[in-house]
């Protein structure tokens, strides 16, 4: 009966420490409004998905400067950090899914490309952009 009790308790913990609004990876069920983003080209390899309106100021464990696709879903805007906690270079793919990282160049360096780069995500639907009044020359702050 105790450890009966002891488990619940745990349990409850961790339902309790745990965001409803979780991301998965492994092989999650893709989202309407969202992003996937792999491990491999071409939208292959593992994966995890997150929801228009979340924000991963890290990535999960083994995707940290590992992603070399991404695939968008309905109404959505994806923002892509370098670094983690939204910091460094960035770029915004809107509606338009990136089978190649590898192809696509990053803003500051024309000879570097976003495959396995990225250590930070926003997903967001494209009318609510709440980088867009940012001034990243400014250490990171709200433009007023």
Not at 40 to 54: I, P
Not at 56 to 68: H, K, V, Y
Not at 120 to 137: K, L, N
Request: glycine letters at 8%; a positive charge.
């Amino acid at each position: 009966m105790r450890f009966r009790g002891f488990l619940f308790s745990v349990l409850l913990l961790v339902t309790a420490v745990m965001p409803a609004t979780a991301q998965s990876w492994g092989r999650p069920d893709r989202p309407r409004d969202g992003a996937c983003f792999y491990r491999d080209y071409n939208f292959r390899g593992d994966y995890f998905c997150v929801r228009a309106g979340e924000r991963l100021p890290s990535l999960p464990p083994g995707f940290n400067d590992r992603i070399r696709s991404i695939r968008v879903f309905g109404n959505t805007a994806v923002r892509v950090f370098n670094d983690e906690g939204f910091r460094g270079v960035h770029s915004m793919f809107r509606g338009d899914d990136a089978y190649n990282l590898h192809e696509i160049r990053v803003p500051d360096n024309p000879h570097k490309n976003w495959a396995d780069r990225i250590s930070s995500i926003a997903v967001f639907r494209p009318d609510r952009d709440e980088w867009r009044d940012f001034d990243w020359r400014e250490g990171g702050h709200r433009r007023d």
